[in-house]
Nanobody, 124 residues
């Protein structure tokens, strides 16, 4: 089992930026597809972005394309989500997760290891 811990959340104004980090331990991080999800109160968990083990192939939800960028540094066992142009609708708890697939996926059922989440709040 892999242990994941998110950090970097906080309160920002509309149009601001944040960088989230996900530190992994207890597994082979460099061989896992990784992803970011978010969940707002009263709503289901929503896919944000995913990245291949190499970091070359990525997918982003339409709602964040052009604003968010997923990346990873395997030698640091760390994944990132750079968030620019933040909007109030981005407010949610953001979760880091590891998948069992061999290619980036947006399907939550393929993710088996999860962090505890970090709160992102965007004020207007």
């Amino acid at each position: 089992q892999m242990q994941l811990e998110e950090s970097g959340g906080g309160l920002v104004q509309t149009g601001g930026s944040l960088t989230l980090s996900c530190a992994a331990s207890g597994g082979t991080f460099s061989s896992r597809v990784m992803g970011w999800f978010r969940q707002a109160p009263g709503k289901e968990r929503e896919f944000v972005a995913a990245i291949s083990w190499s970091g070359v192939n990525t997918i982003h939800a339409d709602s964040v394309k052009g604003r968010f960028t997923i990346s990873r540094e395997n030698f640091k066992n760390t994944m990132y989500l750079q968030m620019n142009g933040l909007k109030p609708e981005d407010t949610a708890v953001y979760y880091c997760a590891a998948a069992t697939t061999g290619w980036p996926t947006l399907l939550v059922e393929h993710y088996t290891d999860w962090g505890q989440g970090t709160q992102v709040t965007v004020s207007s």
